[in-house]
């Protein structure tokens, strides 16, 4: 009874005056309309969310023909209708019908910055392998942003980037001379496949913004929800906003000139429960005070600015893409709330708790782990730092033997241990074998790391070289093939910093690959872990200094 009582007098859900109209669209005509600035998301739009893998994996459907899903689009909506931000070029847009996104932001949005505009310097750009016919990500080169012809390389034919070849005039000048006629067509059929692909979509006229929204909550109730912090800022953070950012974006603003990287919003929000004295992962939005909730974000953003001091410059993690694990940068924000200036014997001991932690990995896993580190810190600094200690407990040793080695040597860049790693890496200071100047993390991993470690030797079908890891692997910036940047590099003190000598150098030239990976994997080994070792310093007495213990019992 109670249930056909709550049917009788809910609302039923609006109708609209005229059928949405299935039509299909080339992936051209949609650029065009974006670049035109007809395209607009709606404000009731959540922000973009797809990962790299999203991307490439759309662009790659429709390198293969494959159907990508359909768009919905409304139609010359009335006049300031929730017109939210517009897809493509800023300023006011072109005559012509105008389009409201209602549904396929992730789509466009990718296609866009695919293949629309050219991506800024350091920004991670899509590409297109033409041999393996593959769609793949890393930072473009001045030259490749730019749309200049590229030189002949040993390694094979050279991947287009994406944004030249929607525009056959850009994609035609790209295509060096020096290419056999064969391979130009195949570029020049790439170009035709991703232009005229036909996009599905259902076209809406005559709608009200109620029967729009229905229809966007109905057509993403099967999709993602949405995660805890895009609800924090829909609710509390859409309401706070100083210099064009809103809610948590806040914090990255005010991180920004650090050059750390810019923190998962998932992080800061729990960053933000951790120094309240919150449960982390447990906060209602709806409970908090709009006022006390901006004057927390500024709090969360001082105290991460600290914590990314330390481990920038005591810890020797100096990108947040590097990080092996999330949990300390969470602790940290909370630490450094409660102790803004701890002494130096306490940045020693915090740097031993973060390295044996991550070499013992035990600082990942269940939310209830990060809540105990959490609550470990508390407002007696001494007594925070020997509890984390006795929490991550110690790795029992950080020798590298040679199982431990070929562990390391291969873990996944993604991974805490692959992670761990390029930061031993990074403590060699390698130097741009171009340029010699010291390489910049910020510039390096500014969109991800994903393609930082270039292969030296290119693996074979076989799968050969393909087990040496790091030893065949490169950490630069990118530009020509990286055993060329290795043999042409007249500056051994620049090799040096990535593990090359002489000796290393003159094997891989006469092609011994043996001699190579064994002379660069050995200094490679002994630098790794050697700075495990100073940095766990499993061997050194944890006690606070003399002077702590004197304040404490003062």
């Not at 014997?345 to 044996?356: D, E, G, K, N, Q």
């Not at 950080?398 to 930061?423: F, I, N, P, Y």
Request: charged fraction near 30%; include cysteine; proline fraction near 6%.
């Amino acid at each position: 009874m109670a249930s056909s009582e709550v049917n009788e007098t809910k609302a039923p859900a609006p109708r609209m005056s005229t059928a949405a109209r299935a039509d299909a669209m080339a992936v051209e005509d949609v650029i065009r309309l974006a670049s035109e600035g007809r395209l607009r998301m709606p404000s009731f739009q959540r922000a973009f969310r797809w990962e790299l893998e999203d991307r490439r994996a759309l662009l790659d459907s429709i390198y293969r023909g494959y159907p990508v899903g359909t768009l919905l689009l409304w139609k010359n909506p009335p006049s300031g209708t929730q017109a939210g931000r517009t897809l493509g070029a800023a300023g006011p847009p072109q005559p012509g019908d105008q389009y409201l996104v209602v549904d396929g932001q992730q789509r466009l949005t990718t296609l866009w910055d695919a293949l629309g505009r050219p991506p800024t310097r350091g920004e991670r750009a899509l590409v297109f392998d033409i041999e393996r016919e593959e769609v793949l990500s890393r930072a473009l080169t001045p030259d490749e942003i730019e749309g200049r012809p590229p030189s002949p390389d040993d390694d094979g034919l050279p991947p287009v980037p994406l944004h030249l070849v929607l525009d056959a005039a850009s994609l035609s000048a790209w295509v060096p001379s020096w290419m056999s006629l064969e391979d130009k067509r195949r570029y020049f059929e790439l170009g035709k496949r991703i232009r005229e692909h036909k996009l599905g979509l259902y076209v809406v006229e005559h709608a009200d913004i109620d029967a729009l929204r229905h229809v966007f909550d109905r057509v993403n109730s099967t999709g993602k929800p949405m995660r805890r912090d895009e609800v924090f800022d829909a609710l509390i953070g859409s309401q706070i906003a100083r210099d064009g950012n809103t809610g948590l974006a806040l914090v990255n603003a005010r991180l920004s000139d650090l050059g750390f990287g810019a923190i998962e919003p998932s992080t800061l929000l729990k960053a933000f429960e951790a120094i309240r004295g919150d449960q982390v992962g447990r906060l209602d939005p709806r409970t908090l005070d709009v006022r006390d909730a901006e004057a927390d974000l500024v709090r969360t953003a001082g105290s991460l600015r600290r914590a990314i001091a330390f481990l920038r410059e005591t810890a020797h993690i100096p990108h947040v893409a590097v990080r092996p694990y999330e949990l300390p940068v969470v602790v940290l924000a909370r630490f450094f709330a409660l102790h803004e200036h701890p002494s130096e014997r306490t940045l020693i001991l915090l740097r031993r708790w973060l390295w044996r932690g991550t070499l013992g990995e035990r600082l990942g896993g269940a939310s209830g782990s990060m809540q105990q580190h959490v609550t470990d810190v508390t407002e007696d600094e001494v007594a925070s730092v020997q509890a984390l200690l006795e929490r991550s407990g110690s790795p029992g040793a950080v020798t590298l033997d040679d199982s431990e080695w070929d562990r390391t040597m291969t873990a996944s860049v993604a991974s805490a241990r692959g992670k761990a790693l390029v930061c031993a890496l990074l403590a060699r200071r390698p130097r741009s074998l171009v340029t010699g100047e010291q390489l910049d993390a910020s510039e390096l991993f500014g969109s991800g790391t994903t393609d930082v470690l270039r292969p030296i030797i290119r693996t074979s079908k076989s799968g050969a070289h393909r087990d040496k890891g790091v030893v065949n692997k490169l950490l630069h910036t990118p530009g020509k093939a990286a055993k060329t940047l290795i043999l042409e590099c007249p500056d051994e003190a620049a090799l040096f910093s990535h593990g090359v000598d002489p000796e290393a150098r003159e094997a891989l030239r006469r092609g011994d690959v043996e001699a190579f990976y064994a002379r660069r994997g050995e200094a490679l080994r002994r630098s790794t872990e050697a700075f495990f070792a100073r940095h766990a310093e499993l061997e050194r007495d944890d006690a606070p200094s003399v002077a702590a213990l004197a304040r404490r019992t003062a």
